[in-house]
């Protein structure tokens, strides 16, 4: 099977996606009948290029992190489908930065490529946390695949075991630790006796912090997660700003050492649950957790997932230290499962 794809975004993870299918290559062809070529690439910081025939990926690899970018003009994309038609992609990896208000513009990008019957693979978490089912029902409608396993949980197939796993079960909780950047912070305030501005100062430091850390201290990042595990595998329908939610922000160096003194540990808990009425809540907040938990256990960027269901009692998920390449795998493997159709059985409403 010959698949043509485009990149919408070349940052870190767009780069790592790059380099995987370069590495996979042989594997893909041998193992899946599978034959890749990237006949499009966008970004608004390094260009664009178009080529039917094929891009030479490392040398469009060596061109950006050389500084010379690529050969099209730069800037933001202003009409995604006329891209897509141009590259004649049958299938879009889209990895421009999450919009955490309203999912702009890659919700936007996202129904014009899957209104023109091409395949979306992202790993951007903006359109699934605000337009999943539409989404999901366009998709279904074009007959064409919508993935995202690289939303939570980066490489690690959460989504995908929830979804095609855990047939006829139904998922009561979903409690977890989802931001590598907030428990970085806490796991380095615990070990080094760092203030929370200085295990903050440390994040950035090494790349895993923003200069503006927004996103990640106030809980933002750890909410639209919630929400994408609730409404895709617990049927909710649930916005970001639907999640009580509560950051790290200003966390005192004393309540880490309280906590430690009384056998604890502090950390930020990510928390879906579907109550007597069948109605799922989702909650984001600081927890002072027993050293013999299993959640104390995760330090670093590490991230767990547990889920209660009615079916399994407890099955918990652990992906320890990811990075770029870690959410291009994920990538990778849902333009696989896209190849192998299994799109076409995906549910578009997990049934609560």
Not at 33 to 40: A, D, F, Q
Not at 111 to 116: E, K
Not at 170 to 175: K, N, P, T, Y
Request: charged share 20%.
């Amino acid at each position: 099977m010959n698949l043509n794809v485009a990149l919408l975004g070349f940052g870190n993870v767009g780069r790592a996606l790059a380099a995987l299918l370069i590495r996979k290559e042989a594997a893909l062809r041998q193992g899946y009948g599978l034959s890749v070529r990237v006949v499009g690439i966008s970004t608004g910081r390094h260009g664009q290029a178009i080529d039917r025939d094929g891009i030479a990926l490392q040398a469009a690899l060596e061109a950006v992190e050389q500084g010379a970018g690529l050969d099209g003009p730069g800037g933001a994309v202003e009409d995604v489908g006329q891209f897509v038609a141009e590259c004649g992609a049958d299938l879009v990896f889209e990895s421009i930065p999450t919009n955490p208000h309203d999912g702009q513009p890659a919700l936007g990008f996202a129904r014009a490529i899957l209104g023109s019957g091409v395949h979306l693979v992202t790993a951007n978490k903006g359109p699934v946390a605000f337009g999943y089912r539409e989404l999901s029902a366009l998709a279904a409608q074009r007959g064409v695949g919508f993935f995202f396993e690289s939303t939570v949980m980066d490489g690690a197939p959460v989504l995908g075991v929830g979804r095609e796993g855990l047939p006829v079960a139904q998922v009561r909780r979903i409690r977890g630790i989802f931001n590598s950047t907030t428990n970085y912070i806490l796991t380095r305030m615990e070990q080094e006796d760092l203030s929370f501005d200085e295990a903050l100062a440390a994040a950035q430091a090494i790349g895993i912090a923003e200069t503006d850390p927004t996103l990640d201290i106030d809980g933002w990042d750890s909410s639209i997660k919630t929400v994408i595990l609730a409404n895709v595998l617990m049927g909710a329908d649930l916005r970001p700003a639907d999640v009580d939610r509560q950051g790290i922000r200003g966390l005192a160096l004393a309540d880490v050492q309280q906590a430690s003194a009384a056998g604890e540990r502090i950390r930020l808990l990510c928390e879906a649950e579907r109550g007597e009425d069948g109605r799922v809540s989702t909650r984001v907040y600081p927890e002072r957790v027993p050293f013999q938990a299993v959640e104390a256990t995760i330090t670093g960027t590490t991230s767990i997932v547990d889920f209660e269901t009615d079916t399994l009692p407890r099955l918990t998920m652990i992906e320890h230290d990811p990075g770029p390449m870690t959410t291009a795998y994920g990538m990778l493997a849902d333009m696989v499962n896209i190849a192998r159709a299994r799109h076409r059985s995906d549910l578009i409403e997990r049934p609560g």
